[in-house]
C-alpha cells in the first residue's frame, strides 16, 4: 500500500489497478489538484522476480498469488474442454503475467469500431495514444543482424511514453530462423506492422527494459513513478463487491464498498468511478451493481438500478491451435528446465546479470490474411456455412459479421497470427494452465500456434450469486460457429507448412515431421476434429462491456461512460467491441490514455 493520506474521499474511485486501471491512475495524478484512489484485489509484486523475469511468465498461471485462476464452463462445441483463463491478479493485472508481446492492431480493426458506431474512433484518432505509452529501444548491431530487425520504422515507434519495449539480446536458435523461414515461404514481412498495414512473418518486439532484462508494466512503468504523490492513495488486497448510487434522478455513481480481509469498507468518489477490473471483473461488477439484465440479476436478489441485457455479452476472445515438433538435439528449449540443475544455473545467471534464457519471452509473431495461409491453388471465400448471409442476425452482430467477412476477403488483412512457444505444451490439459506449457513427454519441443483473429463465436460473462467472491459463469461458445473451425483448420494446415520449411525445418527432428507424442499429421479429412479437441485460448476475452450503440448491445458509449447512469466510466480490454488482430495489451494501454485525457478534460471543463 502507498503512503497513507488522510483524504476519505476522492474525486476519482478507480477499481482494479491492472494495466487501464494504473495507466488512468498515473495520468490523472500528473495534476497535483486531483485525488485518486486505486482499489485492487491483489498485491503490489513489482519487485518480484517471478513478474520481471520474462521467462518464468508461465510460473505465474495456477498460482493464487498472481492469477485469478478463471476457468470457462464446459465448451459444447470445443469437446466438451473446461479451459483454463488465467487473469493477472496483482498490481498491474494481466500486463503483469502476460507473455510480453507488444504488436499492434490493424488500421482497419480500429477504424471498425468507428463504423460500428462510435463516433470519433479510428486509427488516426487511437495513434498519439500508442506513441503515449511506447519507449522503443533499438537493439544492438548483433541482434538487429541477427533478428532480422531491418523492417522496423523507428520514426513511426514513441521514444519517450512508459512502456519499455526491444528485442531481447539474448536470442535462440529458433528466433533467428523464424524471419528466414516466412522470407522463404514469400511470407516476409513487408514494413512494420507498428504502421497497421504490414503483414507477414518478423521478429516480435517484447516489452522488456534492457536494463536488467526486466518486464516493463503498468505497475513498473506508470505506477512506480507515481506512487510517492500525495494525491495518489493505491488500496492493495481490496476486493470490490458494488458501486453505490444515489438515488436522485438519474443514478449517479458516488463510491465504492470493498473488503479487505472480511472487513468492509466505503469508499466515495465526487466525481467519477471509473470501472478497470478487466474483461471478467468487470462485468461482473457491474451485474453485482444492479446494471446488467434484469432477469439475470433479480432472481439472485440483486436490485436492478439499469435493465440492460448488453452486459456481459458479446465476449470474443483469440484462439488457437498449437502443433508440438520435436527439436533436434542439443538444442535449448524450456523443457531443458526439467533438469533442476538446468533450471537452476539459468535462474543464477539471470540473478547475477540479466542475461540467459530466462531472460526473455517467445519473439516470433507472423500476421497473415487469409490468401497468405491457403494452401497453393485454392481460392479465398466466405466460410461454406455463411453462403446463407446475414439474415435473422440482430444487428449489432450482423454488423460485426459483415466486416470479419470483409477481412477474410481483403488480401491486405490479417486473418491469423502464428507464433511460436519454445518447449512442448499439454493442450489437453488445457484446464489446468500449471500443465498448459510443460509436458510430460521426454524430449525437447518447440509449439507452433495459429490463431484465428476475427472469430465469430459470441458467448458471454454473467454473476452467479449475489457474492462477489463466487466466480462469473464464463462460457465463450469456442467454436460455437462453424467458420470458426472451418478458418482455424486452415491456420492449422499451414503451421504443417512452416514446420517443414527451412531453416526451421533444419531445426526440428525428420524436417518438421516428428511430432511431440499427443500430435500427428494433419489433412483435410481429420483437421476439424483435431481443432475442436485442442482448440486453445490466447487469454484475450473482450466485449463484455461493449462501446457499440445501446441498441447493438452497447453497455458503454464511445467516451466509454455506462448507459444510464452518471459519473461512471468502463476503460478496460472489456469496452472492446470486436476483437483486433494480435496481441492486445498496447491498444488497452493507448485506450486507457486516451480515456485519462478525456476524464481530465471534462474536470476542466472543456
Ligand atoms: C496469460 C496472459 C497472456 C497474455 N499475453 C499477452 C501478450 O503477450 N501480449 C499482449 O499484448 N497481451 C497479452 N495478454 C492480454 C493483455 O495482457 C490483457 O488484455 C490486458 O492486460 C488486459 O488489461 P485490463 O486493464 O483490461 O485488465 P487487467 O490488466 O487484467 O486488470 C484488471 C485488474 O482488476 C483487478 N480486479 C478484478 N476484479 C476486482 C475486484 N472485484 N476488486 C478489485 N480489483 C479487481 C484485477 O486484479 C486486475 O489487477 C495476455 C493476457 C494473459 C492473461
Redesign the pocket.
Known amino acids: 500500500m502507498s503512503p497513507m493520506t488522510s483524504i476519505s474521499t476522492f474525486d476519482y474511485a478507480i477499481?482494479?489497478?491492472?494495466?487501464?486501471?494504473l495507466?488512468i491512475a498515473a495520468r490523472l495524478t500528473e495534476n497535483p489538484a486531483v485525488t485518486v484512489a486505486v482499489?485492487?484485489?491483489?498485491l503490489d509484486r513489482s519487485d518480484d522476480v517471478t513478474v520481471l523475469a520474462p521467462g518464468l511468465?508461465?510460473v505465474?498461471?495456477g498460482n493464487p498469488e498472481y492469477?485469478?485462476i478463471y476457468e470457462t464452463v464446459p465448451q459444447i462445441s470445443a469437446n466438451g474442454q473446461v479451459i483454463g483463463?488465467?487473469?493477472?491478479?496483482?498490481?498491474?493485472?494481466?500486463?503483469?503475467?502476460?507473455?510480453?508481446?507488444?504488436?499492434h492492431s490493424s488500421r482497419k480493426d480500429i477504424d471498425n469500431w468507428g463504423r460500428l458506431g462510435n463516433k470519433d474512433w479510428s486509427w488516426d484518432a487511437i495513434l498519439p495514444y500508442f506513441e503515449r505509452s511506447e519507449k522503443y529501444i533499438a537493439p544492438s548491431a548483433g541482434t538487429a543482424r541477427d533478428l532480422n530487425t531491418s523492417y522496423i520504422n523507428s520514426s513511426l515507434h514513441g521514444r519517450s511514453g512508459a512502456i519499455g519495449n526491444g528485442f531481447p539480446e539474448t536470442h535462440g536458435e529458433f528466433d533467428v530462423a523464424w524471419p528466414q523461414t516466412y522470407a522463404n515461404l514469400d511470407l516476409g514481412v513487408d514494413g512494420d506492422p507498428r504502421d497497421g498495414v504490414a503483414l507477414g512473418g518478423y521478429t516480435n518486439l517484447?516489452?522488456v527494459d534492457p536494463i536488467g532484462s526486466k518486464r516493463s508494466y503498468?505497475a513498473t512503468a506508470y505506477y512506480l513513478p507515481a506512487k510517492e504523490r500525495p494525491n495518489l492513495r493505491v488500496i492493495t488486497n481490496?476486493?470490490?463487491?458494488k458501486i453505490l448510487f444515489s438515488k436522485e434522478h438519474a443514478p449517479t455513481a458516488t463510491g465504492v464498498e470493498?473488503s479487505i480481509n472480511g472487513t468492509n469498507y466505503t469508499l466515495m468518489a465526487k466525481r467519477e468511478v471509473i470501472l478497470?477490473?478487466?474483461?471478467?471483473?468487470?462485468p461482473?461488477?457491474l451485474e453485482l451493481s444492479g446494471i446488467g439484465a434484469k432477469n439475470i440479476l433479480e432472481p439472485l436478489g440483486i436490485k436492478s438500478v439499469i435493465d440492460n441485457p448488453g452486459v456481459g455479452e458479446n465476449l470474443q476472445d483469440h484462439i488457437y491451435i498449437p502443433i508440438g515438433y520435436e527439436a533436434m538435439d542439443g538444442i535449448f528449449t524450456f523443457d531443458s528446465f526439467r533438469d533442476p540443475a538446468v533450471a537452476g544455473a539459468a535462474f543464477e545467471r539471470y540473478i547475477s546479470n540479466g542475461t540467459g534464457p530466462l531472460a526473455t519471452?517467445a519473439t516470433s509473431s507472423a500476421l497473415l490474411s487469409y490468401a497468405q495461409i491457403l494452401s497453393s491453388g485454392e481460392k479465398r471465400s466466405i466460410p461454406k456455412c455463411m453462403s446463407r448471409g446475414l439474415h435473422g442476425l440482430n444487428p449489432g452482430l450482423r454488423e460485426q459479421y459483415a466486416l470479419i467477412l470483409e477481412d477474410l476477403l481483403d488480401p491486405n488483412e490479417c486473418v491469423a497470427q502464428e507464433l511460436d512457444v519454445p518447449s512442448g505444451m499439454s493442450p489437453l490439459l488445457a484446464n489446468d494452465?500449471t500443465k498448459l506449457f510443460v509436458t510430460s513427454s521426454p524430449g525437447n519441443y518447440f509449439s507452433l500456434l495459429g490463431v484465428l483473429e476475427h472469430p465469430f463465436s459470441r458467448g458471454s460473462i454473467h454473476v452467479s450469486s449475489p457474492n462477489?467472491n463466487i466466480y462469473p459463469t464464463i462460457d465463450p461458445r469456442y467454436l460455437s460457429h462453424e467458420a470458426d473451425v472451418e478458418i482455424l483448420s486452415k491456420i492449422a494446415l499451414h503451421l504443417q507448412t512452416v514446420a517443414t520449411t527451412a531453416p526451421l525445418s533444419q531445426k526440428l527432428k525428420g524436417g518438421g515431421t516428428v511430432y511431440q507424442p499427443g500430435y500427428y499429421h494433419l489433412n483435410e479429412t481429420n483437421v476439424e476434429d483435431f481443432v475442436r479437441k485442442y482448440v486453445q485460448s490466447?487469454?484475450?476475452?473482450?466485449g463484455t462491456c461493449a462501446m457499440l450503440p445501446k441498441a447493438k448491445g452497447g453497455v458503454v458509449d464511445e467516451k466509454l461512460s455506462v448507459y444510464g447512469v452518471k459519473g461512471l466510466r468502463v476503460?478496460?480490454?472489456?469496452i472492446f467491441p470486436i476483437l483486433p488482430r494480435?496481441?492486445?495489451?498496447?491498444?488497452?494501454y493507448a485506450v486507457?490514455e486516451r480515456a485519462a485525457e478525456w476524464i481530465l478534460e471534462d474536470l476542466e471543463g472543456r
Open positions: 477499481i482494479g489497478g491492472g494495466t487501464a486501471g495507466t482499489l485492487e484485489a491483489g511468465a508461465t505465474m498461471y492469477d485469478w483463463m488465467p487473469r493477472g491478479k496483482q498490481l498491474g493485472g494481466s500486463s503483469a503475467i502476460n507473455l510480453l508481446f507488444w504488436t517484447i516489452n503498468a481490496a476486493m470490490v463487491s470493498y478497470s477490473a478487466g474483461s471478467i471483473g468487470s461482473q461488477i519471452g494452465t462477489v490466447e487469454f484475450h476475452p473482450i476503460v478496460d480490454a472489456s494480435a496481441n492486445l495489451q498496447t491498444l488497452v486507457a
